[in-house]
């Protein structure tokens, strides 16, 4: 049996293939610290601000003729240190059904400009005979997630967004918008119509005297020279 051994030239082709491959593994982790690949190829962003309702109890003791001696104070001092704001929703959950407790807790929210709103979300704990629950309940928006900047890396087969992409816009609207609800459903209008409300300043400029009185320049001075 004879044996050859390799030639130069085998040799030279497997020692760069052995290189390469050294190459390829050294340079792999720095690759993946660059971040990932984008994968997002619409124009939409995956960053999409997120509403939650937040409620704030307060338990309150309540007799026949409305709220019990001294709850009332407590119930304004709790109402102050909410700072209820535009977009928050007042509600009275009270298993009697004590319309005199309920009127004294609408007055105190109707100067504060808030009405109060019908029924009541489900809170934790149960409502004591003799007592009602005022809630707050206050929407809240974010942008979970933001900023992301996993696929920072310049390889870009798929031609697809940022990971960041949306963050700032939406990040921003989540933060400027006075009743983060209208974000789900949009903003409820009343159904009236303002039209004659509107077009008062219309009118009012169609109907006033024209200053040059139709091309005559009516005479001011004195005639008495």
Same mark, same amino acid.
């Given at each position: ?10 040799? $030279? *082709?497997?020692? $760069? ?10 340079? $792999?982790? %720095?690759?993946? %610290? ?57 509600? *009275? ?33 149960? *409502? ?33 967004? =940022? =990971? ?36 008062? $300043? ?24």
């Amino acid at each position: 049996m004879r044996f050859t051994s390799p030639s130069h030239g085998a040799r $030279a *082709v497997g020692l $760069a293939r052995a290189a390469g491959l050294v190459l390829a593994l050294a340079l $792999a982790p %720095g690759l993946a %610290g660059c971040g990932g690949i984008a994968t997002n190829r619409s124009m939409y962003s995956e960053h999409q601000p997120v509403v939650e309702q937040v409620n704030y109890t307060l338990d309150l003791s309540a007799s026949a003729q409305g709220l019990a001696y001294g709850e009332d104070q407590r119930l304004v001092g709790w109402l102050d240190a909410m700072n209820l704001k535009y977009g928050d929703k007042v509600y *009275v959950d009270d298993p009697v059904n004590n319309g005199a407790a309920r009127a004294a807790v609408a007055e105190a929210t109707g100067k504060r400009g808030i009405l109060l709103a019908d029924g009541a979300p489900v809170t934790s704990g149960y *409502v004591e005979p003799g007592t009602i629950r005022v809630i707050v309940a206050r929407m809240r928006a974010s942008v979970p997630g933001c900023p992301n900047w996993k696929s920072e890396s310049d390889f870009n087969p798929n031609n697809g967004l =940022s =990971s960041n992409y949306g963050c700032a816009v939406n990040s921003n609207l989540a933060a400027m918008v006075a009743n983060p609800e209208d974000l789900v459903s949009g903003s409820q209008g009343s159904g009236d119509t303002q039209i004659m409300t509107s077009s008062k $300043a219309i009118e009012a400029y169609r109907k006033a005297e024209t200053t040059g009185k139709g091309n005559t320049v009516a005479d001011t001075s004195s005639k008495d020279n």
